[in-house]
C-alpha cells in the first residue's frame, strides 16, 4: 500500500508544502486527496484513500476494469496545475491493452499510471466498484452493483517439498495477502478442479468467491466472466433475465410457459393435483427444474456466453411456486392455516435444485415469502419499489390469479393477499382470452352511438381505422383479454350502458342495437365478427367480484394503518403493466389517488429479483423487511368481507373518488341506489 | 429453571438452615449441590447446578437417558440423611417405562422423580452426556463422549393465521426455548420432510442438529436412533466401524477389499493407471464410493439399524486414498513436490461423495492430511496415540506399502514417509503372501539343530506338535507373510544363519541340510512341502532394504529433535499388530527402546476416526496439531540416505541395542564386519 508522505500526513496539501519526491493527487468525483510519493502507480494511491476504483486482476493490467482520465489545466480550487505529463507516460502494457479494448484515448490504466506531478484523476463511473446500475423508471432507487460473486486473479506460491502445504492453503494464503479475503472456505468441485487449473494457468488463476468467504470456482489464468440469473417462476410463465455481474446490465431475456400447467391451469388446480396424485409435487418439481434449466440454457444462448458462466441465480415466486420449485410439498398452502414450510430466504447450490447446465457451484438465493399467500414474488416486488424507504403512503398491487396488496410506508409496511380469482386474466369471462395476438386490449364506445372500436393486440390500428382488417387478417379478433375486458367495462359504465351496481341497462337496448336481450338480462356486442364477441351480464359480474376483492383487500390495508387516502399507487406485474390506470380507476379496482401518482411498475417481482442477484446488501434488506412486515390475512377478517360487499358498485362522481372525478366525466349518483359507498353492507344485505 | 432457595443463595446449606419448603440436594460423582424447593424435578435441579445428565426428550420421561440413583442412609459429610422417599413416589410414566427399557429398581427417572427432602443423587457413567468411552488398552486416553450431530426432541407451536409465520421458524423457534439453541440453519431435505413430520407427530417431533448449528434431520414424535460410522479406506482393505452415539459402543464392524486393487496392486500402481488412463481417477473413486456405501449397508446389517439413521461418517486414509475417495487426481501426489490439494479437514454431505443408503443429509468429516506422504490416516493414528500431549519422547510407525512415522511430544512433533516398499506386506518375498489362512505368520529356529518350526494363521499349533498336518489340511502351508517372514529372518539371524551383513552363511551348508547354495548365494529351506516355502538371499535382501528404510525415517527424526533415544515406541496398523516386536528389534527396523514400552495400537487410523466421530472437540484439536507437524521430506534429505545405507546391517550386542541385549541373545560383533554402525555409509559405499 502507498502511504502519503509526511508532508501529507502533517495535513498540508497545497502548493507551499509541495516537495521535489511528492505529488498531490485529487480524485474526482469523491474529492479524496494526499500527497505521495513520485512513482505510485494510481491505483494503489486510490486504493490508500479508499477511493472506490474496481480491479479484477489487482493492478496487473489484465481487466481494464481500472480506467482514469487525467484531467488538463489548473484546478485554482485545490490549487493545483494538472497535466498529462504529470503521470508517466503510456505503458507497454496500456499500448498492448487499447488495441484489445476501449480505452478511450484519454484513458489511463490506474495500475500502470505512475506518478509524476500534481494531478487531478477522474475516476468515471464504469471504473468505480460499485457503480450505479441505471433502471428505466426515475421514479425508483438505482441498484448499486455490489454481487454477491466475485472474480478475483491471484498468484499463488509453488509448492514447496520443504515446506509441505496443500495447493488449496497457498490459494487461501494468495488470497489473503492479494484481496485481503481470509477464512475462506471452499466447494468441493471446486477442490477437484483446483491442482489443474493452477498448473495450467502457471500458478496464476482467478477465482470465484461467494459472500467473500467461499471459494466457488477457479480457472487457470485470468478470466473475466461471471453472470447471473435472475428468474421469476409465475403459475404461467418463467421469466429470466441474464446479467452480467460486472456491470449489473441485462445482456438477454426469456421467457416460457410453466409446463406445470399440465397438471393444472392455476396454483390451486396444481395443489388438488397434489392432494388426489401423493407424490405428484415431484412430477411438478421435475417439470419446473426442467424448464428453469432449460431457460437458462436459452438465455445463454441469447446473450452468447457459456452457461457455465452463470455462478449465481436469485428466484421469485408465489408461495406454492416457491415450494414446487424447492421440492416441498405446496399442500399444506391449500387450506388454512396456510403454513408455509419457511418465511425466511434460502441459500443453496443449483444442483440441489437439479439446475444443470450453469457452473456446478453457481449458487441459488430464494427470497423469502410473506405469507402463506404472500410469496418471495411479493418480497421482490418490495424491494423493487421500496415502499419501505418513502415517507408517502404507497399502495402497491401485484394481479395475478390472486392480487397481492401491499400498503404502507418506511413507519409500517402491511401486505395481504386478496381473493380475485382469474377474471382478469381473461379467464370466467365468456370470450376472455390470455394476452395474446388477437385478443382486444382498448377499447372506446362512442358516447352518442354507443359504438364500439377497439385494438387489438398485434395492431397498432383502431377497428374503425381504414387497414385494420388487412393488419389482423393473420391473427384475427379472437377475444377480449384482461385489460381489453377491464376498459370494455369502464367504457360501457362511462357511456351509461352499466348502471353503477353492475347492471346492463336494458333501457338502452330501444336506443342501440349492441345491446340485446339475453334471457332475463342483457349483454352488448362488442365485435360481430367470427367468433362474435359479447360482454354478457355475468361477465360484468365476474369482473365486479374480482375488482371488489381487490378493492377491499386495499381498503382493509388502510383500515389498518387508519388511513383514509394513499399517495401514490404502483401497479406490478403484466396485467398492472397493461391496462390504463385511468380505466382501472373508473372500475374501482384501486382506491382514488392523484392519477399522476399512479403508476405501472412492469415485473417488478423479477426487478425484486434481479437487485437482489446484483446487490448483496439488498438480501439482508429484503430479509429485514419481509420480518417487520404486518401480514394480515383476508380470510379471516370481518371487516374484509364488508369492504368487499360494499365495493361492488362502480365509482361515481361523489365520494370517494374526488381525484378521478377531475379527469373523467363520472356519471352523477342515482338518488337511491342501491349497494353504493356511504351505504353499510349490513344494510344492503338486509336488503338483498 | 429451578432456582435455588433464598437459603441456598446465601451459601448456607447444612442442617441448620434447612426450612420446610426446600430440601438439599447433592450430587454425586460431581459433588454439586444447592437448596431447592420441594416438588421441582430432580433433572431441572441439576441442569441448574450445571450436572451433566443426559437427555434426548428434554424432560418429558420419553428417552430415559436421565437416569439417576438415591442414596440410601446417613451421610455425615454432607451433613444429611437421604432416603428413597425423600423424592416423590415412582411415577405412572416411570412404571410404564420400567417395562419398556431397563431402569433398576433403584433407577429414578430424574425427570419424573420430584424433590420431597433432603437426598443425595447419584449420575451414573451412563446417564451423563459427556460420558468416557472406555477403551481396550490402559495406555491411552478414554474418548469423551461428545459427537457433532444430537438427537433433540422438541415440541412446536401450531401455525396461526394471525401470525402467519413458516413451521420452519416455529421449529428454530421451540429449539431456541426448549434447547437454547439459537441461530439454526437447515438443509434443504430436511425442510422437505419437515411440514410432514410436524403433522404426523402432532407438533411433536425429533430433530438432528448437526455442530449446534444446522438441522440435518427430522422424526415425527420421539426417537433415540442416531449412528455413526468410522470408515479407514487403505490401500487393500476398507475398514468400517458402526457407532452408537448415544453410548459410544462400536455396535459392528466389517472390512472389504478395496475395489481399486483391480486398478493397481500399490499405490503407485494407481497413481500411473490414471496418468495412463486419463479420467481413470474417476473409475477408482466410483469404485472406492460404491466399496463404501456397501460397507455402510453391511455394518448396519450386521448391528440391526436402518443404514438411514446413520447421520455421519468420518474418514481416515492416506493421501492417495484420500485425494480419490475426494474425486480428486493424485497425479500430484505421484511425484514430487507431491502437492497436496489440501490439507485441512474437510466437512460435506454424504451425497457429495455419492454415499447413497445412509441418512439423505448424513455429513461427512475428513480428516485432514499431513503432507504428500503423509495421510489423514496418520492424523488418525495421532488423534489416538496422542504423542501430542506426552512428556515422553514417543516414536510411531504405521507400516504400510510405505511407513508412516511420527515423533515427539507435547513439545515438538515430527512426521515422515519411509518408502519401505511392500516387502513387509508379503510382496517381493519369494515365498511371501498377504496375511491369509495358510500363512506362516510365527517362526522358531532351533539353535542347535537349526531346524525350523512354525504356525499358519487358522490353527493355534506349532508345526511340530500332533495334529499340525490335521488343523492344517483345509488351508495348507501356503506361503509366509509379513510377520512370518520378521520372525524367519530374525531367527535366522539369532541361530547365526545370517550374518550381520545379511548374508546367508554358505559355511552352515555343512551343518545343516537347510541350507542350500542356490547359485552363487544360498537359501534355508523353512518348509519341505507342497509348496517348498524357502527364503533365499534375495528376500533377505527386500527385507534389509525396507527395515533400513523404516529406520532410517525414524532416526532422521531423531536427528532434527537431537534425540538419541525414545521412551516409547507404538507399532500401528495390521502388521505393526501381528510382528512380535522383540523381532521387529531384532531385524532393527526400530530403534534400541525398553521393550516394555513398546507396543502394537491395531488399527490406530480407523480408532482416530472414531474418535472424530465420538468427540467434536478432538477435530478442532487435530487441525491444530496437524498445523503445527514438522513435515520432514525424506527424499532431499542427504542424511536419510546415510541413515539408509548404515542401516542395512543387522543389530548385534554392541551399541546401538543395549535394551534388546538384555532380552535376547544377540550375536557378538565380528571384528571386522563390513558395513555395521559406527562405519560410516560413504566409506561402505567406497569399499563396495
Known sequence: MARPTRAASAGAAGRSCQVSDSALVVFTPSGKRGRFALGTPLLEIARTLGVDVDSVCGGRGLCGRCQVTIAQGEFAKH??????????????????????RRLGSEGRLSCQARLQGDVVVDVPAESQVHKQVVRKRAEVRAIELDPVVRLHYVEVAEPDMERPT??????????????????????????????????????????????????IGVWPGFRDRA????????????????????????????????????????????????????GGEQEMTRAVRQAIAALAGQVAAEGRIDPRDILELTFVGNPIMHHLLLGIDPT????????????????????E???????????????????????ADTAGV??????????????IVDIGTNAEIVLGNRERLLAASSPTGPAFEGAQISCGQRAAPGAIERVRIDRASLEPRFKVIGSDLWSDEPGFAEATRRTGVTGICGSGIIEALAEMFLAGILKSDGTIDGA??????????????????????????????????????????????????????????????????????????????????????DLAKVSSAGNAAGTGARIALLNRAARGEIERVVKRIEKIETAVEPRFQEHFVGAMALPHKSAPYPNLATVVDLPTPPAAEPGLAGDSPRRRRRRA
Chains 1, 2 share one sequence.
Open 382 to 395: 418490495i424491494l423493487s419499489e421500496t415502499p419501505h424507504l418513502s415517507a408517502k403512503m404507497t399502495l
Open 508 to 593: 338502452i337496448a330501444a336506443r342501440s342495437p349492441r345491446v340485446q336481450a339475453d334471457g332475463r338480462t342483457f349483454s352488448y356486442l362488442l365485435h360481430a365478427g367470427e367468433p362474435e364477441l359479447r360482454i354478457l351480464q355475468n361477465d360484468v359480474r365476474a369482473i365486479q367480484l374480482a375488482k371488489a376483492a381487490l378493492y377491499a383487500g386495499a381498503r382493509l390495508l388502510m383500515d389498518h394503518l387508519g388511513v383514509d387516502r394513499v399517495d401514490r399507487i404502483t401497479l406490478a406485474g403484466a396485467f398492472g403493466s397493461h391496462i390504463d390506470v385511468k380505466y382501472a380507476m373508473v372500475l374501482g379496482l384501486i382506491p382514488d389517488c
Open 227 to 278: 453472470y447471473g440469473l435472475a428468474v421469476d417462476v409465475g403459475s404461467t410463465t418463467i421469466a429470466g433475465h441474464l446479467c452480467d455481474l460486472a456491470t449489473g446490465e441485462v445482456i438477454a431475456s426469456a421467457g416460457l410457459m410453466n409446463p406445470q400447467i399440465r397438471f393444472g391451469e392455476d396454483l390451486m388446480s396444481r395443489v388438488s393435483y397434489v392432494m388426489m396424485n401423493p
Open 166 to 215: 496443500g495447493d488449496l492453503q497457498r490459494l487461501q494464503e494468495a488470497l489473503r495477502e492479494q484481496w485481503q479475503l481470509g477464512e475462506l472456505t471452499s466447494d468441493l468441485r471446486m477442490l477437484q478442479s483446483l491442482q489443474k487449473a493452477l498448473r495450467q494457468g502457471g500458478w496464476k488463476v482467478t477465482v470465484a468467491v461467494h459472500s467473500a468467504n467461499r471459494i
Open 79 to 100: 490549487g493545483i496545475r494538472s497535466a498529462h505529463d504529470h503521470v508517466s507516460p503510456f505503458s507497454d502494457v496500456e499500448k498492448r491493452y487499447r488495441g484489445r
Open 332 to 351: 399444506e398452502l391449500g387450506g388454512a392455516p396456510f403454513a408455509l414450510a419457511t418465511n425466511e430466504t434460502i441459500t443453496l447450490w443449483a444442483s
Open 353 to 375: 435444485l437439479d439446475l444443470v447446465g450453469v457452473h456446478p457451484n453457481a449458487r441459488v438465493y430464494v427470497l423469502p415469502c410473506i405469507a402463506g399467500h404472500v410469496g
